[in-house]
């Protein structure tokens, strides 16, 4: 066994929640954006805009989730970690929101949503992301999750796994 807790969804022993949560983090906080730039200027663009944005977080955040999940759920390290704890029931409070920020944009209309709940939803799923994203940070930085031992154990984990089975010499 490692030191260090590893990732179980990777490729090529790259960790795929890493390299999948940018994406709904960045349309959140760009959902946020044109919410206010829809305030400020008052063109439809900017709340049409918001609502594409906020539907694609939420369909590249589940895709990130699972990655997340079959990390946490396969490795009992990780599920030991508070962080880890705060970090998954965090994004999933964040993905909660967005989706009923969705709702009423789909339901409402996109411009009608944004004054006063629409605007105020994203504000909030930004604010989670900030406390999810440190505690994301700290399972890398302080508990080193998915974070190699040594140069050696990247050798030893890129080698395809064997079957038990040993081949006549």
Same mark, same amino acid.
């Given at each position: 066994?490692?030191?260090? $807790?590893?990732?179980?969804?990777?490729?090529?022993?790259?960790?795929?929640?890493? !390299?999948?949560? *940018? #994406? *709904?983090?960045?349309?959140?906080? /760009?959902?946020?954006?044109?919410?206010?730039? #829809?305030?400020?200027? /008052?063109?439809?663009?900017?709340?049409?805009? =918001?609502?594409?944005?906020?539907?694609?977080?939420?369909?590249?955040?589940?895709?990130?989730?699972?990655?997340? #999940?079959?990390?946490?759920?396969?490795?009992?390290?990780?599920?030991?970690?508070?962080?880890?704890?705060?970090?998954?029931?965090?994004?999933?409070?964040?993905?909660?929101?967005?989706?009923?920020?969705?709702?009423?944009?789909?339901?409402?209309?996109?411009?009608?949503?944004?004054?006063?709940?629409?605007?105020?939803? =994203?504000?909030?799923?930004?604010?989670?992301?900030? #406390?999810? /994203?440190?505690? /994301?940070?700290? !399972?890398?930085?302080?508990?080193?999750?998915?974070?190699?031992? =040594? $140069?050696?154990?990247?050798?030893?984990?890129?080698?395809? $796994?064997?079957?038990?089975?040993?081949?006549?010499?």
């Amino acid at each position: 066994m490692s030191a260090n $807790p590893r990732s179980t969804a990777k490729i090529a022993n790259h960790p795929l929640h890493p !390299m999948l949560i *940018p #994406f *709904p983090v960045a349309f959140l906080v /760009g959902g946020f954006v044109t919410d206010l730039a #829809f305030l400020g200027t /008052g063109d439809g663009f900017w709340a049409r805009a =918001s609502m594409w944005l906020i539907g694609a977080a939420i369909v590249m955040a589940l895709l990130a989730a699972l990655a997340g #999940f079959a990390d946490f759920f396969s490795e009992p390290r990780i599920r030991a970690l508070s962080d880890a704890w705060y970090h998954m029931i965090g994004n999933l409070m964040a993905v909660v929101a967005a989706a009923i920020n969705l709702a009423l944009r789909y339901g409402q209309g996109a411009e009608a949503a944004i004054k006063p709940w629409g605007v105020a939803l =994203s504000f909030v799923v930004v604010g989670i992301l900030l #406390f999810t /994203g440190w505690k /994301g940070w700290e !399972m890398v930085y302080r508990h080193r999750v998915a974070v190699l031992d =040594s $140069p050696a154990q990247a050798a030893t984990d890129a080698r395809p $796994p064997t079957s038990g089975r040993r081949r006549a010499a």
